[in-house]
């Protein structure tokens, strides 16, 4: 196996990953569109370029990058006061509440690609020597 393969291996797998990725969070929607897309970019990618280690890395980076994007996404998050809690506004002012925690999805999005650079920085490095004493 060629330790030396160059990024852009990882960075197709990662694309194709994501697509499918984003077929999946909107299946209900667009996603069953994005569906066919994502599945001939695996199909591409796959016989184009080895599957170990790249495959997997790549796909904990896509799979990241669409977590971290949903998370981006809803950073005007704002929870709403709890049932029968009186909210007393200013004239002209508006109050809007809702949407997702942010939180979880940065963490697991930037975790997921963080993990994923690592281990493939790690690939590339090679066997360690052992030495004899």
């Known amino acids: 196996m060629n330790r030396?393969?160059?990024?852009?291996?990882?960075?197709?797998w990662s694309a194709a990953f994501g697509l499918l990725t984003f077929a999946v969070l909107g299946a209900a929607s667009?996603?069953?569109f994005v569906l066919p897309f994502a599945a001939g970019a695996?199909?591409?990618?796959?016989?184009r370029h080895r599957a170990w280690p790249d495959a997997p890395l790549g796909g904990l980076i896509g799979v990241g990058a669409l977590i971290l994007l949903v998370g981006l996404a809803n950073l005007p998050f704002s929870?709403?006061?709890?049932?029968?809690?009186?909210?007393v506004l200013e004239l002209g002012e508006t109050s809007r509440c809702g949407g997702r925690n942010p939180v979880p999805w940065l963490v697991l999005g930037s975790g997921a690609i963080a993990f994923g650079l690592f281990g493939y920085f790690a690939s590339r490095r090679?066997?360690?020597?052992?030495?004899?004493?």
């Open 79 to 87: 929870p709403c006061s709890p049932e029968g809690t009186a909210v």
């Open 4 to 12: 030396k393969a160059a990024w852009w291996p990882l960075a197709q």
């Open 126 to 133: 090679g066997p360690v020597a052992s030495r004899a004493t």
């Open 42 to 47: 695996l199909l591409i990618v796959a016989r």
């Open 30 to 32: 667009i996603g069953i």
